[in-house]
């Protein structure tokens, strides 16, 4: 076993189709990424541990996604945001900006495309890889 591996106990719950895991909080508040194996050690989901807030939603008007200096896209990101017609929708986005200057930043598509009326966002899980 290489130095940075743990091997702990969780416990598991299953829940209206949702498997709670429990881990120790020393454990989990050391964690940066979350990977997943089944019983043969075969590889199944990684998400980034920032995906296990209290609901995993973040309200977009207290807190952003964290910029590099030298990025002007982040993500993607799941978001959701109301229309204008009151229907709610939520997709796959991008959050962007000019320059290095955070405040000025606009969620869309990476491309041409700015979404409007975006109310909250979270982090989406890796895809899983062989």
Request: charged letters at 30%.
């Amino acid at each position: 076993m290489d130095a940075d591996e743990l091997i702990i106990n969780v416990i598991a719950k299953k829940n209206n189709g949702t498997i709670e895991l429990s881990v120790p909080d020393d454990v989990f508040n050391q964690a940066e990424r979350i990977l997943l194996k089944n019983e043969q050690g075969v590889f199944c989901k990684t998400f980034p541990a920032e995906a296990f807030g209290s609901d995993s939603w973040i309200n977009e008007k207290e807190e952003l996604p964290k910029f590099k200096p030298t990025d002007t896209c982040i993500g993607p990101f799941w978001i959701s945001r109301k229309l204008y017609n009151g229907l709610r929708v939520d997709h796959e986005a991008y959050l962007c900006r000019e320059g290095t200057y955070t405040d000025d930043c606009w969620w869309g598509d990476g491309f041409e495309d700015v979404y409007h009326g975006v109310t909250h966002w979270k982090y989406l899980p890796d895809t899983p890889h062989e």
